[in-house]
DNA sequence: TACGTTGACGATAACGTACC
DNA sequence: GGTACGTTATCGTCAACGTA
């Protein structure tokens, strides 16, 4: 009979229940929250009659000599009477994230072996081949079952029930994979299609907007994620990550009256570039000229090309006497949550915030353009007089979500036009680490800002 | 609808045992 | 010890199902 994840995860730590749980890495803590005594001791997922349920399948299961005898106790058809156990098995399973964890860390030895389904495909697949062989990952099993069943997992002898149910471990985070290379294959089509349309709408358009800078995005990134699983056929999101990135710097320059050499460093061309370069010199964008519809889309385009970080400076934001866009908030934008500063500029903002300078006290003064981390060696090299240094600032919709936080976060009750709490949501290019932590700042011990108006 | 899980089945490798 | 043959274990694949 086949092996569930859920059962091949319980006979492995009942089979090696007297030796895995010496482990000192806290591993099985992690991931399953147990120790030796398993379900022998109370569950903060279970009530005490669950784990009484599950603890008699596991003796049951103990008492068993074949390992498929005591698959038939866990998930068998033919076997009845162990409902309980199997529900409180199935139970413990969802609420403790078991199947999550585990294909969380085995992914992180397979990346770190090189041996990832994906890092496979990019060194090349055997004549024929469209998905890796799991025997390619062979090398990293031993690591995989010391990293998801501890440090102790590989002093005995790996074989019987023990060794069967950790190849079913494997086994199943290896079909995750592949699931996910057949949905990106399906699906590939599609996305070609809405990114080529999305582009084309831009290059068409006599007016663009934010909205369609917002959908080419989008698109871009999702099609660009689905690329990855095929490396051979990069030609067209290369075109389009080029056409985005001219058209956003285009933007930037005009806005900020910069040359292009100051924003943006060139990339080596390739046809495929050099397609999507002339493709964006024709686009009319005049109307992202707003700043503040800029550094929207910009905060967009880092994220998209996030692993391209460095290759770019931020644009420079001009202390307090830009108005950074909030204009275009005025007279189009839906209301997010931010209603109440669409009128107040960056200089209100860094008052109402006291944000010195366009930042907190003590927020990282430069960022790198090279990329550097500011969290080695800041010192010596984070300092004004090297050139590779880029001063940082909020841009005006991070100040603003600040703001709407601070407002928004003691409300108690909620009233006409006011709701307590908000919502800062994903995938939108808002900076929602940025704005968390400048939260903490503003609304640390020492802050005037909660007797104060907002 | 996307994504994870399950179950089935065939192919192949590894192992065990009887026989010469 | 070598070989043949049966059994068991492991691997590869994919469709159906379940769930959020």
């Not at 498929?68 to 009477?81: A, F, H, N, P």
């Not at 800062?424 to 290019?429: A, F, L, N, P």
Request: hydrophobic share 40%; net charge negative.
């Amino acid at each position: 009979m086949s092996k569930t994840l859920w059962s091949a995860v319980l006979m492995s730590l009942v089979a090696g229940r007297s030796w895995i749980f010496d482990d000192e890495s806290n591993a099985l803590k992690y991931i399953y929250g147990l120790g030796p005594e398993m379900f022998d001791v109370p569950n903060s997922h279970l009530t005490d009659k669950q784990c009484q349920s599950l603890g008699a399948m596991i003796d049951a299961l103990s008492h068993k000599g074949s390992g498929k005898e005591c698959y038939e106790i866990l998930e068998g058809k033919e076997v009845g009477g162990w409902a309980a156990g199997r529900n409180t098995l199935d139970k413990w399973f969802k609420k403790q994230k078991v199947s999550g964890l585990i294909g969380e860390w085995i992914d992180r030895v397979w990346t770190m072996l090189d041996v990832s389904p994906m890092q496979l495909i990019h060194e090349g697949l055997e004549e024929g081949e469209e998905f890796p062989n799991i025997l390619d990952a062979k090398r990293a099993k031993e690591d995989v079952i010391l990293v998801i069943l501890g440090d102790h997992a590989l002093e005995k002898n790996a074989r019987g029930d023990f060794h069967d149910a950790t190849a079913t471990i494997i086994h199943h985070a290896w079909e995750r994979h592949r699931k996910r290379f057949k949905h990106a294959e399906r699906s590939l089509p599609k996305k070609k299609l809405d990114a080529a349309v999305a582009v084309k709408a831009i290059e068409d358009a006599e007016v663009v907007t934010t909205r369609m800078m917002r959908e080419v995005t989008k698109h871009v990134k999702a099609l660009q994620q689905a690329m990855t699983w095929f490396p051979k056929q990069k030609d067209h999101i290369t075109e389009y990550e080029k056409f985005l990135k001219e058209v956003i710097i285009t933007a930037v320059v005009t806005e900020r009256k910069v040359p292009k050499e100051k924003v943006a460093v060139e990339s080596e061309d390739t046809p495929s570039r050099k397609r999507g370069a002339a493709r964006a010199q024709k686009v009319r964008i005049a109307s992202l000229a707003a700043a503040g519809d800029v550094e929207e889309i910009w905060a967009l385009y880092l994220q998209l090309f996030e692993t391209e970080l460095g290759q770019l400076e931020v644009p420079h934001v001009e202390d307090d006497e830009d108005p950074s866009g909030w204009e275009d908030w005025e007279n189009s934008s839906e209301d997010l949550g931010v209603d109440g500063w669409r009128e107040m500029d960056n200089g209100t903002l860094n008052h109402l915030l006291q944000f010195p300078g366009g930042k907190p006290m003590l927020f990282t003064e430069f960022r790198s353009k090279s990329g550097l981390c500011a969290w080695e060696d800041m010192s010596k090299k984070f300092v004004k007089e090297n050139n590779d240094m880029e001063q940082l600032s909020l841009l005006w919709h991070q100040c603003v979500g600040v703001a709407a936080i601070v407002d928004k976060i003691w409300l108690s009750n909620e009233t006409e036009g006011d709701i307590p709490g908000i919502l800062i949501t994903d995938e939108v290019g808002v900076g929602k680490t940025v704005k968390v932590q400048q939260f903490r700042w503003v609304s640390g011990p020492g802050s005037r800002l909660r007797e104060e108006e907002i």
